[in-house]
Structure formats: structure tokens, C-alpha cells
């Protein structure tokens, strides 16, 4: 079974600096029909206006991923850690037992455009915790890389839940198949460009649940950049 949702249904926030699409409920947005996938609660597509952010906050529980579209995204966090995050970095903030942040656009001219993702950890009240990586565009080029994981990996953060999600960026026409182990579900988020998801097709912004299913094939019907989950069930 593959479930569509499409970018122009997600919730939406707009505080002017911040222009914000959600897929599962988050803040004001609430859809009971979309609570979370599996492990994976939120995917928030964020794009802040140049010198603008998140000022200090605090959380706690949640494996927090970074991933910027384009611009450059600054942070800072209460474990000391301070770093700017752009195209071909992945960031993982563990903020378990409790953690306080920022996050700021590093520019003062261009907008900054990324997804954040949380994940629910599998064990709660873990030691906080940073990690960042960097991937090249051979890494991703027309196959799917691994840039988060429960054991990580040489381009890929570690994250405390049975989940891993994969990047890439495929050429027009490229297709890659992925086998579906029994238990286990996918969702498929389009960054750029546009695919067909089996028989189904995605544009930017779109995204797919696959649930019961032993195989997908993913095609790009143009240049695409894709990020795929793999989740237990």
C-alpha cells in the first residue's frame, strides 16, 4: 500500500521570518490522521529569511536531524557545540535527557531552506549529544546513501532508534529499486524534481508511505534529489 501526501495538503505556519510546511501534526497543526510514520514524528520544511532564527529552546527525547536544501543553517546547543550546516551535511542533535539550542539562518543576504526531522529514540533520559557528517555529490550520485543510522557510518550520523534514512540524487530516467524486509515500511520524501514511487508520481515537496509491500522502485522523471526512510513498523 502506498499512501500519498501531497506538499499542498501538509500544515502550514507563516511568522514571516519563517515560512513553514508540516507533514505530521506540529505546533498549531493538528490532523490526527497524521501523527508520525513509524519512529519518524516530524518532517518540517523550513525556510528562514536572511539573519533570522529559532532563538534558545529547549528539548528533550527526541533524535533531531538537520538537513539543508540551500542556504546555510547556523547552530548552537548547550553541550558547547556551535557549527554552520549546509548542502551535503547531515546534523544530528540527541537531546535525550534535555538539551537547549538555536538555530539561525548564517546569512545575512539569502534565505536558508532545510528539513528538520525528528525521530523518537528507543530508550528516553539518553546523554545529550551532536554529531555532523558530510557527504559529496558521489556519494549520492543515482543511488541511495546512507546518512543516518543506528550504527552510523562513514558518511552517516548515528541515531538511538531502529530507523536509517537514506539521500539521493538521481539523474533523469535513473531508477532504483529497494527490497522491503517483512515488519518494516518506507516513506519517501521528494527534496527537488519529481518521480514516479512504483506507479504513483512525486514532485517536489511530495511524499509517499509504503506500508505492506516487498519491493519499490523509485524513477526520476527528471533530475531529482530523494530521501528515503526505512522504519519498523
Known amino acids: 500500500m502506498i499512501t500519498i501526501r501531497n506538499a499542498n495538503e501538509r500544515g502550514k505556519a507563516d511568522f514571516g521570518w519563517l515560512k513553514s510546511q508540516h507533514s505530521f501534526s506540529f505546533g498549531d497543526y493538528y490532523d490526527p490522521k497524521h501523527m508520525g510514520f ?35 543553517l547556523e547552530h548552537k546547543d548547550s553541550t558547547g557545540t556551535g557549527s554552520v550546516i549546509r548542502p551535503g551535511d547531515i546534523q544530528r542533535m540527541s537531546a535525550g535527557s534535555g538539551i537547549r539550542h538555536s538555530e539561525f539562518n548564517h546569512s545575512k543576504k539569502a534565505a536558508v531552506h532545510f528539513l528538520q526531522i525528528w525521530i523518537v529514540p528507543a530508550e528516553q533520559g539518553i546523554k545529550p549529544g551532536y554529531e555532523q557528517k558530510q557527504f559529496g555529490a558521489q556519494d549520492l550520485r543515482n543511488k541511495f546513501t546512507l546518512i543516518a543510522g543506528p550504527k552510523g557510518g562513514a558518511n552517516a550520523v548515528k541515531i538511538h532508534q531502529d530507523a536509517k534514512l537514506y539521500v539521493g540524487i538521481l539523474d533523469s530516467a535513473q531508477s532504483h529499486t529497494t527490497k522491503i524486509a517483512s515488519g518494516r515500511g518506507l516513506w519517501v520524501q521528494v527534496v527537488k524534481g519529481s518521480v514516479t514511487v512504483n506507479d ?5 515537496g511530495d511524499a509517499a508511505a509504503v506500508e505492506q509491500e516487498s519491493s519499490l522502485n523509485i524513477t526520476a522523471r527528471d ?3 530523494v530521501l528515503l526512510f526505512d522504519l519498523a513498523l
Open 38 to 72: 513509524g519512529a519518524l514524528r516530524v518532517i518540517n520544511q523550513d525556510r528562514v529569511s536572511p539573519g533570522a532564527g529559532f532563538d534558545t529552546h529547549g528539548h528533550r527525547d527526541m533524535e533531531i536531524l538537520s538537513y539543508v536544501i540551500e542556504g546555510e
Open 200 to 204: 504513483k508520481t512525486l514532485k517536489a
Open 223 to 225: 533530475d531529482a534529489e
